[in-house]
């Protein structure tokens, strides 16, 4: 039995700051990207605040989630229970 912890990919609101959703969702509620590192896209939400509760990786962090997943399943990791966060 093997306990693996990973720490979460950078998230969005630590790079740009708290104020994030101010400047990336116009008044209509659509998110336009304004730097290279946030998201391309995002999934529909009920509205902003919802992104501030539950913050997304940053591009960044989505390529780092992506390499451990790969390290993984190249050395043939494969989770019996997996807990995480919302």
Do not use: C
Not at 11 to 29: E, I, K, P, S
Not at 31 to 48: C, K
């Amino acid at each position: 039995l093997h306990l693996i912890i990973v720490r979460h990919g950078e998230r969005v609101d630590r790079y740009f700051g708290d104020n994030w959703t101010r400047l990336a969702f116009d008044q209509d509620g659509r998110y336009h990207r304004y730097h290279e590192n946030l998201p391309a896209r995002l999934p529909v939400r009920v509205n902003r605040l919802a992104w501030e509760e539950d913050t997304p990786l940053t591009r960044s962090g989505l390529k780092a989630a992506r390499n451990l997943g790969r390290t993984f399943a190249m050395k043939s990791v494969e989770p019996d229970f997996v807990y995480s966060s919302p």
